[in-house]
């Protein structure tokens, strides 16, 4: 009975290396430091010579050595050779020659532990089956070092101590732990180590080696007895055979005789000699496995229970093959497994998904993430005149205004310059879009179940059927988004409730302008009431008549100020006629290129008449000098007002004031200008043209303009932003979003559901396959411990 327990061990041994099981079973770890005699003791107990030899480290992966009594096939009969052969568990070969099974640990040794004297944890299987050993279970660990040496790893201390660890802290593991006699008892790292993990000493076996070599006078039978470090199980003593044997190829028997003689002759050790010795310790260890099974029947049964029920649960996530073979239940499982992925995809998505995560951001929280703090800080960061200098917004007024000058900002303008920046929130909106359907592809590759994932193909062609469901919603969601970027471009809607009037931005203009500089009492400035009318430089010296308040009201020349406009409304002759010929003058926004010459201030030319620069209706638009080009450069204008004029000739041929410089073309009666010089004018223009403005001053009254527009487009900005932040997601959840949440049953149905499809999509991974194949068969060897183990109760009882 009790052989057939260490048998099942065995078998079940062997089964669950084989299957990665993970049932602690009761066996014999033997323990030792490098030359203990660890490996003589196996051989010993084997009577073979079987393990490798050698300097420093040999045994480099654990061994499981399972030891199989035969019977002997004739009793009259000594045993044949044949009688014993070796079978390693990684390879179907018996081996009859012991010294090829030394070879073949060697070779599997440095096959999985290399060349390098570092260790393993996979342990190496062999099965020795002779009529000379009795059942038993061993496992042979390597030899506990302390210093590298040669080419060991640096580590090798702290590897194989490990690795020892590993073996000898399972509760169901028997240590059986080897020092040798002739060093202290108190050196001996095998008892060190057995003692970390029993500190009671009620599963250590102490064995002896090498007391043969201890020196004259000393013995060791107070350790023998126990009185030195009590075990349970107690030391027992051996004697192995020494180099020179090994060298002289001394026989197993003769060994074994020599050693029963040297227990049975020595003083001190012939009253113990029947407990002591290999065969003895093979006998105890036999007793031990065999108790410590029977011991540990009831946990590994317990054991056995739980294994079997976490082998089941995993085998019934993977199902059943046989559960799906016809069309039928083909059917009803991929309809199954579509309605629960589109389950997932919209549980994610309103977030009453059960295993939602706590650790990030997931489903629809990703995508209210991406609308307020994406989008809305995309958006918040667009400055809506950024892109805009004083110079763009300069000239498009001007652009807008054509020939005619303008009283005041004109619309066209704003218009103009409103558009491009709506644009601007274009991009942002786009990106939101593109945002959004990664989010919700990622929702879609992140549902999944263990049954889905038996069926690859099946998940595949879900995931791509929703994504191609969302590819297509991807297109009109962006053109609609892009449309109602160009809505709001469409129409500016100056009437918007929240939108600043524009006398309310000009009155604010006003109230921030700069207060100009006084005038000097010795040059009056001629101040224009009109609204937007320009100012009159200081410099002109031929109008700087002081003028007149009557009842408080300032005239000029002892007129009111109505008598004033009637003048300016009525332009006299003379004042036609200097308007009209004088070629290189300026308008009050749009000042003339003028040669160099003309920017040195000149003496006014005595005798002028202060008459013949009175302001005039057509003086009022184009300045007192009469029209030019309309562009010019920023000295220009900062001398408009300044230029001290010199002597022209007007229609009848007397002098006209004129810019410093320049002589007024004459002109005949005729109307014709005999002298004005067209290819001149035009060079002028050009020059204007390809030189722009952008090194020259704003005046006082385009710097209110600049200002002006400004304000005005930032407020419409900050309108029209606020309605695409909020239409935006709105567009993307009802297109985007809530339509593919609603079809998405329908589109997996209508492009999956089809019997001629069903065997490709229920086509199993093969990883799977040969996973499930492997947790079967473990299940049932689980199985089969477990009734075996129950039968042994019974028969026990």
């Known amino acids: 009975m009790d052989v057939d327990l260490i048998k099942l061990v065995n078998r079940l041994q062997d089964t669950f290396n084989n299957l990665g099981g993970e049932l602690d079973m009761p066996q014999l770890v033997v323990v030792g430091s490098q030359s203990s005699g660890k490996s003589s003791v196996l051989e010993n107990i084997v009577a073979r010579d079987f393990l490798p030899r050698g300097q420093g480290i040999v045994t480099r992966r654990p061994l499981i050595l399972q030891l199989i009594h035969t019977p002997v096939p004739d009793p009259s009969a000594s045993p044949s050779a044949d009688a014993e052969w070796a079978q390693f568990l990684h390879i179907d070969k018996r081996f009859t020659d012991f010294n090829d099974v030394r070879r073949e640990i060697e070779q599997e040794t440095f096959r999985v532990a290399g060349q390098n004297k570092g260790v393993s944890k996979l342990p190496i299987s062999l099965r020795i089956y002779s009529p000379n050993v ?53 050196n001996s790292d095998a008892l060190k180590l057995a003692r970390s993990v029993d500190p009671q000493g009620r599963r250590t076996i102490g064995v002896l080696t090498k007391l043969d070599l201890m020196d004259a006078g000393t013995n060791a039978l107070d350790i023998l007895t126990g009185r030195v470090y009590p075990l349970k199980l107690g030391f027992i003593g051996v004697v192995n055979r020494s180099q020179q044997d090994i060298i002289t190829d001394k026989s197993m028997k003769d060994a074994l005789e020599a050693e029963a003689e040297f227990f049975k002759n020595h003083l001190a050790y012939r009253n113990i000699a029947h407990k002591n010795g290999t065969k003895y310790l093979a006998r105890a ?24 029920g976490q082998a089941q649960q995993e085998l019934n996530s993977f199902g059943d093959a046989a559960a799906f073979g016809d069309k039928n239940q083909q059917g009803a499982l991929i309809l199954r497994l579509m309605n629960q992925f589109a389950q997932d995809f919209i549980s994610s998505i309103e977030g009453t998904k059960v295993d939602m995560s706590t650790k990030e951001l997931s489903g629809g929280a990703r995508i209210y993430y991406i609308f307020n703090d994406v989008f809305g800080h995309a958006l918040a960061s667009i400055d809506s005149t950024a892109n805009l200098d004083n110079q763009d917004i300069r000239t498009a007024i001007r652009n807008s205004t054509g020939p005619r000058p303008s009283l005041f900002v004109p619309e066209a303008a704003f218009d103009l310059l409103v558009k491009p920046q709506i644009k601007l929130l274009e991009a942002p909106s786009l990106r939101c879009v593109e945002l959004v359907y990664e989010e919700l592809v990622k929702i879609c590759h992140n549902c999944t179940s263990m049954e889905l994932e038996r069926f690859p193909h099946l998940h595949a062609q879900l995931i791509e059927c929703v994504s191609e469901l969302l590819r297509e919603r991807l297109g009109p969601t962006s053109d609609y988004a892009q449309s109602l970027i160009e809505i709001q471009a469409a129409y500016i809607n100056t009437n918007h409730p929240t939108f600043i009037a524009g006398s309310a931005a000009a009155a604010a203009q006003t109230a ?286």
């Open 134 to 186: 009795l059942d038993l279970t061993l496992v042979d660990l390597p030899g506990l070092t302390k210093i590298p040496v040669g080419d060991q790893p640096s580590d090798i201390e702290r590897q194989i101590r490990n690795l020892v660890l590993d073996y000898i802290s399972k509760p169901n593991s028997v240590i059986l732990a080897v020092s040798p006699a002739n060093v202290d008892l108190a």
């Open 512 to 797: 921030t302008a700069p207060s100009p500089k006084p005038t000097p009492p010795s040059r009056a400035v001629s101040s224009d009431p009109m609204p937007g009318g320009p100012t009159r430089g200081d410099g002109d010296d031929s109008s700087s008549e002081e003028p007149v308040a009557v009842n408080g009201v300032p005239t000029r020349d002892g007129r009111s100020v109505s008598a004033t406009l009637h003048d300016r409304s009525r332009p006299t002759a003379s004042a036609i006629s200097a308007a009209s010929t004088s070629g290189k003058t300026k308008h009050p926004r749009h000042s003339s290129v003028l040669p160099p010459s003309s920017h040195s201030h000149a003496p006014a030319v005595p005798g002028t008449s202060p008459n013949s620069t009175r302001e005039t209706f057509l003086n009022y638009f184009f300045g007192q000098n009469g029209p030019g080009p309309l562009a010019g450069s920023s000295v220009e204008r900062s001398h408009a007002g300044s230029v001290p004029l010199t002597t022209g000739r007007d229609v009848s041929g007397a002098d006209v004031p004129g810019p410093t410089g320049i002589l007024a073309p004459k002109r005949s009666l005729d109307g014709n200008n005999a002298a004005f010089d067209m290819k001149s004018l035009g060079k002028h223009i050009e020059a204007v043209s390809s030189a722009g403005d952008s090194g020259s001053q704003l005046t006082q009254r385009e710097e209110m303009e600049t200002a002006l527009i400004r304000s005005l487009i930032a407020s419409y900005f900050s309108i029209v932003r606020q309605s695409i932040q909020d239409l935006i997601p709105k567009a993307i959840m009802h297109l985007l979003v809530n339509y593919s949440s609603k079809h998405v049953q329908n589109r997996l149905v209508a492009t999956l559901y089809k019997p001629e499809l069903f065997s490709e999509l229920l086509d199993e991974d093969e990883a799977l396959v040969a996973e499930r194949t492997r947790v079967k068969a473990l299940l049932d060897a689980y199985k089969e411990a477990f009734k075996t183990l129950s039968e042994v109760n019974l028969k026990t009882v």
């Open 285 to 308: 260890l036999n007793q031990v496995l065999m108790s410590h099974i029977r011991d540990k029947l009831p946990d590994m049964k317990a054991r056995l229970n739980t294994l079997m």
